[in-house]
C-alpha cells in the first residue's frame, strides 16, 4: 500500500492537536525541564513534580494563546496555530528555565505571574502544593478576580481544598463572573473535608455559578456520589451549551449516574465526556448512555474502569451508533465480553473519524476481536492509536487482527499486551506491519508468550521505521540468546528496546535448535495465510 498516495487523499486539519499530540507535549517539555543546562547551573534545576506542574501550565497557556488565533480563520488548515503553540510553549519555557525553583514563599507569587502570563483570561490556582484554603488566604488569592473589568473566562480551582469560611468568600466573587465565565474547572476541591461541609461548599459554589453559560466543566476528583451531583444542580440544570464534561473519579454510582442524566437539560453540543474510574455498573451504564444518545456531536467519549458488564456494554454501543463524529473512543477495563464486544461493532462501522480507541481489558476473546477488527477495516481510515491488550486473544483471531493493521497505515501505536499472541501470531503481526506504517512508533507485544524466533522478527521490522520509539516485549519468553540478539539489532538506538527485567527465558518450551527449526517452518506457513488477508486500501 502506497502510504504517500493515501495521505494526499485526505483533508488533513492540523488544528485543534489530539489529546495524546498534547500530552506528549507535556512529557517533552517537563523533559526539557529538568534536563541540566546552562540555565539550570545559574538558576538552579526543578524537580519533576514541579517540572510537570510547570508544562501543564504552559501547554494550557499556549494552547488557548493558539485556539484564540485559530477561531479567528476557522478556514485554515491550522497551520499558523500549530506554529503559535509551539512558539508560546518554547516563550513560556524559557521563562520557566530563567525562573528557576521556587520556594514555598515564592508561590502565590508564580500564581500571580501565571494568571498574567496567560494575558488575564484565565485564572488558575492548581499550581504548588496541595493544601486547604481558609477565608483569608482566598481573600487574598481571589483578589484578581474582584478587578472591575477584568476579562478572565476560565477559572481553574483544582488542587487546593476549600471549606464553608472560603467558599463563603468566593460565592460572591463568582456570582459577579457569571456573565463571562465559559470554563470552569472544580476538579479535587474539596478534599480532606468532612461529607457534610463538603456537600454545603459544594452547594454554595453551585448557587454561585448558576447561570453561567460553560462550555467546560470539570469535576473530576471530588468522590460526589449522588449526593455531590444533586449538590451542584442549580448549576447542572441551567447548563444548555456544554461541550465537554468531565466526571472522572466521582464514585459515580448507578443512582449518580442517573442524577446527571435527570439534572443537565441539553448535551447536543456535548463534544467530550469522560466518566473514568467510577462505580457506574451496568444500571449506571444504561442511563449514561441514554446521555451519549443526546449527544450526536460526541468526538471524545471515555467510559474506562466502571464496573460495567455485558448488559451495560451493549446499551453504551448501541448508544455510540448515534455519534458519527467519534474521533476518541476509551472503554478500557471493563466487562463487556463477546456480546457487547459484537454490539460494538456495528457502532464502528459508522466512525469515519475515529483516531484513537481503547478496548483492553473487556474479555473480547477470540470471537468478540475478530468482530471488531473486522469493523475496524470497514472505518476509521485514519486510526493512529489501537489497544486490544488484556483480551485473550490467539492465534485464531490473530490473521483479522492483521488485517485490520494492514488497513491501518496511519498507526502511531499498537498495544496488544496480555494476549495469548505467542511466535506464530507476532510473526504474522510483524510482517504485516513490514509494508509501510511509516508513522508507527510504538508497539507493546509484552506478556503473550513469545519466544526468540517471534522477538527477532518484530524487532527487524520496527527498528527500520523512521521515527519509531519503543518496541516492548517485557514478561515475556525469550531465551538469554534472544534477549543478546534483540540488544544487536538496537544497538545503534537501545532507548527503542523497552526494559527486559520481567523476561523469563525458563519459560520456553522448546531448546534452541527446535526453535529454529521451528521458525522458519512458521514464517513459511504465515507467509501461506498472509496471501489469503483480502486487504484493500481505503477509499
Known sequence: MDSTNQVRSFSIKLWPPSHSTRLLLVERMTKNLTTPSIFSRKYGLLTKEEAEEDAKQI?????VFANQHHEKEPDGDGSSAVQLYAKESSKLMLEVLKRGPITKEAEEVMISEKVKASGEIIFDISGGRRAFIDAEEAE?????????????????????????????????????????????????????RP???????MNIFSSALEGCELRYLNLSNNALGEKGIRAFEALLRSQNNLEELYLMNDGISEEAARAVCELIPS????????????????????????????????????CSSTRVDSEGGVALANALGKCSHLKKLDLRDNMFGVEAGVALSKALLGFSD?????????????????TLANALIKSAPS????????????IKAVPDLAACIAAKQFLTKLNLAENELKDDGTILIAKVLEEGHGQLSEVDLSANGIRRAGARVL?????????????????????DEGVDELKGIFKRAPDMLGPLDENDPEGEDLDEEDEEE???????????????LKIKPEE
Not at 461529607?195 to 461548599?201: K, L, N, Q, R
Open 354 to 370: 475515529l483516531t484513537e480507541i481503547y478496548l483492553s481489558y473487556l474479555n473480547l476473546e477470540d470471537e468478540g476481536s475478530k
Open 518 to 532: 521451528g521458525a522458519a517452518d512458521h514464517e513459511d506457513e504465515l507467509e501461506s495465510k498472509l496471501k489469503d
Open 383 to 394: 486510526l493512529e492509536v489501537l489497544d486490544m491488550s488484556g483480551n485473550d486473544i490467539t
Open 459 to 479: 524487532a527487524q521490522v520496527v527498528v527500520q521505521k523512521p521515527g519509531f520509539k519503543l518496541l516492548n516485549l517485557n514478561s515475556n519468553f525469550i531465551s
Open 140 to 192: 487574598e488569592l481571589l483578589k484578581p478576580l474582584r478587578q472591575p473589568g477584568n476579562k478572565y473566562y476560565k477559572i481553574c480551582f483544582s488542587n487546593r481544598s476549600f471549606g464553608l469560611d472560603a467558599a463563603h468568600v468566593v460565592e460572591p466573587i463568582l456570582a459577579s463572573l457569571r456573565d463571562q465565565l465559559t470554563e470552569v474547572d472544580l476538579s479535587d476541591f474539596i478534599a480532606g
Open 59 to 63: 501547554e494550557r497557556l499556549a494552547f
Open 267 to 302: 448535551t447536543k453540543k456535548l463534544r467530550i465526556l469522560q466518566f473514568h474510574n467510577n462505580m457506574t455498573g451496568d444500571e449506571g451504564a444504561i442511563a449514561i448512555s441514554e446521555l451519549v444518545e443526546q449527544s450526536p456531536l460526541l468526538e471524545d467519549f471515555r
Open 195 to 201: 461529607e457534610d461541609e463538603a456537600i454545603e461548599v
